[in-house]
């Protein structure tokens, strides 16, 4: 008898010893898990095993200062962003950002079905929260080169960088059309004019890749295999039109012109295959963005067939109460509710917002149906880049961050993005510069600090002053490299009226303009050249010949000025390729940038853009004085 049940034991145990490997290659074939099955397919498989928890998991977006690897294990987390400037740690390697990534990526990936998340980053001018990455012009900047295939380029560098440091997912283009420079986030958009932002929607398939023309319009496009990244479409939508400029302000606007200026470049980027679309902290007409219903719903998923998914902004939801954060479930019910599907909770709890969205769920304040929906359009993204497949990054494209070629690339794109309003005097021009003069001054705060150059999200979220921000070159650097070797440079950040006088200058360049900022710290009202720059102007222009390069996200007041400089450029926020500025300047290349924007004389005239009835510029949209390379 014993014998008989030891025998039957050491049976039962072999038996348990293959049946599960047996069992798991025959009958456990999971749906989701095969990567040649359909992408609708595979959602479906998945989202039938998904628990509550699992799926609200999916709709949160953490900040990843907030959150490690258990706790993303712990409650399903779907998303992790590094918010502006929000690096593994100063000076980060490709390496350091890699790993951070993917222990986050451990976290989900330990988890019972194993879902990635997915890692986002503010990417809006190139890779902008890592240290040596390509910074390239601000969009202000770009949309002046009216050049789609420039900036589809930049977004296929931008994306590569992006991927070599493990990110997966970046929020841009800013396609806002901004509509009053008082606006500070007016850099982020490319023009007031809705047809050139339209065009530099190219950056969408730079980005993620030429959509397929197989893939039906609407649907979210990622091309797996390409080093792609997941775009986001932004601010949904009327961002750049709010009262005074003022961030996140009321847009009044009628349906008319709301969908002759601010909608159309959305359509585009759906089109186009864009994956992502944030909506704006802005209102319309009165009704917060975030808790749109009518346009987030009924336009743009149900009218519009967008079937990527919608974000919030950071923290959005959370100023849908006039008092922000006052009712965080009002905040949460609200946006929900307007049909939004993956909320950036930023900094805040991501178990309140558990706990709410599971009450509002059992309460039926929040149908089942809505939770599945957001769900759907997020694990179709995850799918369509091929996360499930490849949800670790590796070292490989390393020396991709800041390297040559894109720095080559960020150049060309400075080049083309300055615009030369004045040259020259009584018919006499003064551009190009001649590179054999004896002695020449350069002047102003500008002239040599790389964080300037750059503006706002660039390291830091409002950006900073200094040439220790990252890896580049300043403006002064470029003209030293530029001039003959038997040129002296002389450099004085704000010489006196008498130092000029007594320096014997051939001429100088001046470089002054705006200090960083982002958002709405930027936000003017008088939209004046900071102190000191008027001053140096001044005092450089009336006492030797002189090019003024103003470095701005935006046009300035610059009429009691332009009248003693002999030249002048708008350079904008070129970013870290200052040598891009010294080709121009020095005839390499010729000028060939024409304003996207209008340069307003006063800001009483604001808001003022192309069409208008007072239009009465000081130099309208499309001026831009050319001169020809000498090097021909
Ligand atoms: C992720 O987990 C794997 C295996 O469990 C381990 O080898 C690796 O070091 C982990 N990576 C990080 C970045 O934590
Ligand atoms: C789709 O693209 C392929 C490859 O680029 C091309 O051969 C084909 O003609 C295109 N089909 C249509 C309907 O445009
Ligand atoms: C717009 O700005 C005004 C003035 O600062 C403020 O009173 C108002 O509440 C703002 N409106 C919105 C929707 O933010
Ligand atoms: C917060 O909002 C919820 C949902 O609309 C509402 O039921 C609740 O009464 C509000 N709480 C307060 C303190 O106003
Ligand atoms: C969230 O809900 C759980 C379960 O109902 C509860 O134990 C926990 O205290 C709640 N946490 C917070 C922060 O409200
Ligand atoms: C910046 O990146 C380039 C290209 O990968 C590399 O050669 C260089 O050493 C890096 N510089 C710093 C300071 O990390
Ligand atoms: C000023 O510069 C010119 C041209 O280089 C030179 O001929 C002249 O001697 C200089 N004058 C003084 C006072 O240095
Ligand atoms: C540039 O060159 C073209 C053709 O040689 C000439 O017609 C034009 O006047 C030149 N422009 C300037 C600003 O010198």
Redesign the pocket.
């Known amino acids: 008898m014993a014998r008989i049940s030891t025998f039957l034991v050491v049976l039962l145990l072999l038996l348990l010893c293959f049946w599960t490997p047996i069992a798991e290659s025959t009958t456990e074939y999971v749906t989701y898990k095969d990567p040649k099955a359909p992408i609708g397919a595979r959602v479906r498989s998945l989202m039938k095993m998904m628990t509550l928890p699992e799926k609200i998991g999916q709709l949160i977006q953490a900040e990843r200062g907030q959150v490690n690897a258990d706790i993303v294990k712990q409650y399903f987390i779907g998303s992790v962003l590094s918010s502006g400037g929000s690096a593994p740690r100063p000076e980060a390697s490709p390496k350091d950002w890699v790993d951070m990534i993917n222990g986050f990526q451990n976290g989900s990936l330990s988890t019972r079905l194993g879902i990635p998340m997915l890692y986002a980053s503010d990417a809006v001018h190139g890779h902008n929260n890592a240290y040596n990455a390509t910074i390239f012009p601000h969009n202000v900047g770009l949309g002046v080169t009216r050049d789609p295939d420039l900036v589809k380029r930049i977004g296929v560098a931008t994306a590569l960088e992006a991927r070599a440091t493990g990110v997966g997912y970046v929020f841009a283009p800013c396609i806002a059309v901004c509509r009053d420079p008082r606006w500070g986030k007016c850099y982020e958009s490319y023009s007031e004019d809705a047809e050139i932002v339209r065009m530099m929607t190219e950056i969408i398939p730079g980005l993620q890749g030429d959509v397929p023309n197989t893939t039906r319009k609407g649907v979210p496009f990622v091309n797996k295999k390409d080093n792609k990244v997941v775009a986001c479409a932004k601010h949904f939508v009327g961002d750049g039109g709010t009262f005074e400029g003022i961030d996140g302000n009321n847009t009044v606007i009628s349906n008319q012109d709301l969908f002759r200026i601010h909608v159309p470049a959305y359509w585009d980027s759906i089109y186009k295959g864009v994956s992502t679309i944030m909506v704006s902290f802005s209102s319309l007409n009165g009704v917060k963005m975030h808790a749109n219903y009518h346009m987030v719903t009924r336009y743009l998923k149900q009218r519009v067939k967008f079937r990527g998914f919608v974000i919030t902004d950071f923290q959005g939801i959370d100023k849908i109460t006039p008092i922000p954060g006052?009712?965080y479930?009002?905040s949460v019910?609200?946006a929900l509710l307007a049909g939004i599907d993956m909320i950036m909770i930023g900094y805040n709890n991501y178990i309140d917002f558990i706990n709410i969205t599971t009450k509002l769920v059992e309460q039926n304040?929040v149908p089942m149906s809505r939770i599945d929906d957001a769900v759907q359009r997020i694990l179709r993204v995850k799918f369509t880049m091929g996360l499930f497949e490849n949800p670790l990054a590796n070292y490989n494209l390393a020396d991709k961050v800041g390297c040559k070629e894109h720095r080559e690339l960020a150049r060309e794109a400075v080049r083309k993005s300055l615009v030369l309003l004045r040259n020259g005097k009584g018919g006499e021009t003064l551009l190009p510069l001649h590179k054999n003069a004896p002695k020449i001054l350069v002047a102003g705060t500008h002239a040599d600090n790389l964080g300037y150059q750059c503006g706002g999200w660039t390291i830091d979220w409002q950006g900073r002053s200094g040439n220790d921000l990252t890896v580049g070159t300043t403006i002064l650097q470029a003209i030293r490299a530029t001039v003959d070797s038997s040129t002296d440079v002389t450099y004085e950040e704000n010489p006196t009226d008498d130092f000029v006088k007594s320096g014997n200058f051939t001429y100088a360049v001046v470089v002054v303009g705006e200090r960083p900022y982002a958002e709405y710290m930027g936000d003017s009202n008088n939209l004046f050249i900071p102190a000191p720059g008027p001053d140096t102007i001044i005092n450089v222009c009336e006492n030797v010949k002189c090019v003024v390069i103003l470095v701005s996200g935006r046009p300035l007041v610059i009429g009691p000025y332009i009248a003693t400089a002999d030249a002048f450029v708008a350079a904008w926020l070129p970013g870290t390729e200052g040598q891009g500025v010294a080709d121009v300047l020095f005839g390499d290349y010729g000028f060939t940038g024409k304003l996207a924007r209008t340069w307003f004389r006063r800001v009483d005239q604001l808001p003022m853009n192309i069409g208008d009835p007072h239009y009465d510029a000081l130099f309208p949209i499309g001026y831009g004085l050319t001169t020809n390379s000498t090097s021909q």
């Open positions: 006052e009712n479930t009002y019910q609200e304040v």
